[in-house]
Nanobody
Framework: QVQLVESGGGLVQPGGSLRLSCAAS????????ICWFRQAPGLEREGVSC????????EYADSVKGRFTISRDLAKKMVYLQMNSLKPEDTGVFYC???????????????????WGSGTLVTVSS
């Protein structure tokens, strides 16, 4: 059974850090591109970061570049998003998404993917 499960969200103060995890099961992680999305209430889901199935290269939205780091552990079938220097505008539900066919570019542009987790809530507030 294909499944993605996010964890690691919570409440942090501005400037704080969180590490999100995405546990994958039911497929081989290096056969898919992985992206993190986030969605604030009432707003569209937006791409945050992606990692390529081909060589593990990474992509970041301008709003998080330099603060967030995406990584993967193929053996553990885990994808991580290390978030530092968090800002209130980072608040939202974070989702990991995977796709056997779509490239990370397509996932970002279409906001579609074969597999989605249910999300983990990140709240940045003082």
């Amino acid at each position: 059974q294909v499944q993605l499960v996010e964890s690691g969200g919570g409440l942090v103060q501005p400037g704080g850090s969180l590490r999100l995890s995405c546990a994958a099961s039911g497929f081989t992680l290096d056969f898919v591109d992985i992206c993190w999305f986030r969605q604030a209430p009432g707003l569209e889901r937006e791409g945050v970061s992606c990692i390529s199935r081909r060589d593990g290269t990474t992509e970041y939205a301008d709003s998080v570049k330099g603060r967030f780091t995406i990584s993967r552990d193929l053996a553990k079938k885990m994808v991580y998003l290390q978030m530092n220097s968090l800002k209130p505008e980072d608040t939202g539900v974070f989702y990991c998404a995977a796709d056997h066919r779509r490239t990370w570019q397509s996932m970002l542009s279409t906001r579609r993917a074969d597999y989605w987790g249910s999300g983990t809530l990140v709240t940045v507030s003082s």
